[in-house]
C-alpha cells in the first residue's frame, strides 16, 4: 500500500467488513429462505415465495427511507450503527419465532427484517465512501460488492450445512453470531468524514480566489486609467 493512499485504504477496511456480512447474511437468508420455510411449514411453497417477497418490497421501502434520511441528516456513522442493530434484533426476532407454527408471524418478522437488512446497503456503501474519499467512487463500490459476494456464499455454504444437519435455529442463530461481530465493527468505525469536508473546503476555497481576482483587478484599473490621462 503506497503511503499517500494509506489512510484511504485503512477507511475503506473498517467499512467493507460491516457490509459484506451484513450483505452476506442477507444472501444466505434468501437462498435458504424456501428451504427453511417448508421444514416448518410443509406444503407452503407458494407462501415461501410471498415472504421472500415481501422480504424485497419491505427491503426496498426501507433503502429509500434510509437513503432520504442521511441525505438530510448527514449522520453517517450513527444512522449505519442503529440501522445495523436494528437488523441484528429482526433476525433474532425471525430466528425465534420461524418454528410458532403461524405462518403471518413469520410474514411481519420476515418483512422486519428485510426492511432493515437490505436498508443498510445504501448506507454502508455511502458510508464507505465518505470513508475512502478522494479514492474512486467506483473502486469503494467495487470492492464492497465483492465483500458481499464473498461472505455471500460462505454464509450459504455454511448455513446449508447446519440447516441440513441441525435444524433451522441454529443456521439462523449462525448468521445473528456474524450480524453481531459487524454491529461491533461498525460502532468501532472511525467517523472521518473526508467527502464532507473537501466538500465544505471547496467554497471557501473559491470565494478565497473570487477575492483575491476583484483585488488585482482593482488594483489594474486605475494604472490604466492614469496612462490613458496621460
Request: with cysteine; glycine share 10%.
Amino acid at each position: 500500500v503506497c503511503p499517500s493512499c494509506e489512510p484511504q485504504c485503512l477507511g475503506g477496511q473498517e467499512a467493507f467488513s460491516p457490509l459484506g456480512l451484513n450483505a452476506g447474511a442477507f444472501y444466505a437468508l434468501s437462498t435458504l429462505l424456501n428451504r427453511m420455510v417448508i421444514l416448518h411449514y410443509p406444503g407452503e411453497e407458494v407462501n415461501a415465495g410471498r415472504i421472500g417477497l415481501t422480504i424485497v418490497i419491505a427491503g426496498m421501502l426501507g433503502a429509500v427511507i434510509s437513503g432520504i434520511w442521511l441525505d438530510r441528516s448527514k449522520t453517517y456513522k450513527e444512522t449505519t450503527l442503529v440501522v445495523y442493530i436494528m437488523t441484528l434484533v429482526g433476525m433474532v426476532v425471525y430466528t425465534l419465532t420461524l418454528n410458532l407454527g403461524h405462518l403471518w408471524v413469520v410474514f411481519i418478522t420476515a418483512g422486519t427484517m428485510g426492511f432493515f437488512m437490505t436498508g443498510y446497503l445504501p448506507l454502508g456503501f455511502e458510508f464507505a465512501v465518505e470513508l475512502t474519499y478522494p479514492e474512486s467512487e467506483g473502486m469503494s463500490s467495487g470492492l464492497l460488492n465483492v465483500s458481499a459476494q464473498v461472505f455471500g456464499i460462505i454464509f450459504t455454504i455454511s448455513q446449508g450445512q447446519i440447516i441440513d444437519n441441525y435444524g433451522t435455529m441454529p443456521g439462523n442463530i449462525f448468521l445473528c453470531v456474524f450480524l453481531t461481530l459487524g454491529a461491533a465493527l461498525t460502532a468501532f468505525i472511525r467517523a472521518d468524514l473526508r467527502r464532507q469536508k473537501a466538500n465544505k473546503e471547496i467554497p471557501e476555497n473559491k470565494i478565497q480566489e473570487e477575492e483575491e481576482e476583484e483585488g488585482s483587478n482593482t488594483s489594474k484599473v486605475p494604472t490604466t486609467v492614469s496612462e490613458d490621462h496621460l
